[in-house]
């Protein structure tokens, strides 16, 4: 009943709602865009970096987000806390349309943005005053065809610590570095170096101006800091290569590096682990008790091998060791064994009365030369890890 009054109420009021977990997993929605279980970051990206506020919310609190623009709407979002039946903790976020007027006034200041840039680069009496101020957040200079800077606005020589003499006459490519090995101007991401000495990311729009032949004379460059766009693609990046339970390296990023190796043309091995009878502390503990078994199995295995190797947990309770390229058998089998002895020994203490006891069964691959791909090999192996008693 509750769900039908939630989906009438947000259908009325063109509102979208998205219940979401802890670990950022989608548990209900009315937005067709968005899958069960699926990571809502994917669909927000607005939301990463935003983890740990998002986490420490508290019942009387929310987390607002005005004018997100998205599928050419634009949105407020709120996000708060709740409480299920059984005191588990959720999160639910609510995207409001904002209605034509709010959209018409957005498209109408870009519109008048765009009309005064071209009415007041016309105008010469006046071009220099709004070279200025088209935006004091970003960095403005004109440009010769050689590349050498003619002028400079007051963010450069605020950026770099320098007059716009010093800057004058010295090539664009002093300050701005592509990311491209090149001194020209092709690349749009530029890199420069900042007063304190640190390395900021700019994206640059180069506007050619031309006479009234229509040849060009000179360019003007305007750029805008996008580090935080690269610090954005880190996070995605990381959270597409790990598992959200342990914190390891995922199937993606063992196959990943398996390529890696074949690539390199190298003889390498890894062991397959998983846990025996898995299921049972499933269904004894529940999802909870498993999910503090597989922590703790992944645990064990990173402090029984060397750092050089790599620990990653594939699926459920499948897990594997990937050894350095020319780790010897010897090494390789002595650290399973100690491995399947250190999980007999190490049981998991789950509560004060409950103690779970654990094994795992292994299975050890020694690549050589041949014509395997990454997910064939992965697959063979899994294949020899389920005949191993």
């Not at 639910?92 to 709010?102: R, V």
């Not at 403005?140 to 450069?156: A, F, P």
């Not at 890894?270 to 909870?288: D, R």
Request: glycine share 2%; aromatic share 12%; with cysteine.
């Amino acid at each position: 009943m509750y769900n039908n009054l939630l989906n009438i109420l947000c259908s009325k009021n063109d509102i979208t709602y998205i219940i979401f977990t802890p670990a950022f997993k989608v548990m209900q929605s009315n937005s067709d865009a968005l899958e069960s279980k699926s990571d809502l970051r994917e669909y927000l990206w607005e939301l990463v970096g935003l983890e740990e506020k998002i986490e420490a919310l508290k019942e009387d609190e929310k987390i607002s987000l005005p004018m997100i623009h998205k599928d050419n709407n634009f949105y407020d979002l709120d996000i708060s806390l709740f409480l299920d039946k059984t005191s588990q903790k959720l999160f639910l976020a609510t995207l409001q349309t904002k209605n034509d007027t709010t959209q018409n006034y957005a498209d109408s200041i870009k519109e008048m943005n765009k009309k005064t840039l071209i009415y007041e680069l016309s105008d010469e009496k006046n071009e220099h005053l709004y070279y200025q101020q088209i935006n004091k957040r970003l960095f403005v200079l004109h440009v010769d065809l050689d590349g050498i800077i003619t002028q400079v606005n007051d963010v450069c020589c605020h950026f770099f610590n320098l007059t716009s003499d010093n800057m004058e006459g010295e090539h664009f490519s002093k300050f701005f570095h592509p990311q491209k090995a090149s001194s020209s101007m092709e690349s749009h991401i530029f890199v420069a170096q900042n007063s304190f000495g640190n390395n900021l990311f700019f994206h640059a729009d180069i506007i050619p101006l031309t006479n009234n032949n229509k040849q060009v004379t000179h360019n003007i460059i305007i750029a805008q800091d996008v580090s935080y766009l690269k610090q954005i693609n880190k996070e995605l990046e990381y959270v597409s290569y790990h598992d959200a339970l342990t914190g390891l390296p995922n199937q993606d990023y063992f196959l990943k590096s398996l390529d890696n190796y074949l690539q390199q043309n190298s003889n390498f091995a890894f062991c397959l682990l998983n846990i025996n009878n898995f299921s049972t502390v499933n269904e004894e503990y529940g999802a909870h008790g498993g999910d503090m078994l597989l922590k703790h199995f992944s645990e064990l295995i990173s402090n029984v091998c060397e750092k050089n190797d790599t620990v990653m947990r594939l699926r459920a309770d499948l897990f594997v060791l990937l050894f350095e390229i020319d780790k010897t058998k010897e090494y390789i089998g002595s650290t399973v064994d100690i491995l399947l002895q250190t999980c007999v020994n190490t049981p998991l203490p789950y509560t004060k009365e409950d103690i779970i006891t654990f094994s795992c069964r292994a299975y050890i691959y020694h690549h050589q030369d041949n014509q395997l791909l990454s997910h064939e090999i992965l697959n063979y192996a899994k294949k020899e890890l389920q005949r191993v008693r």
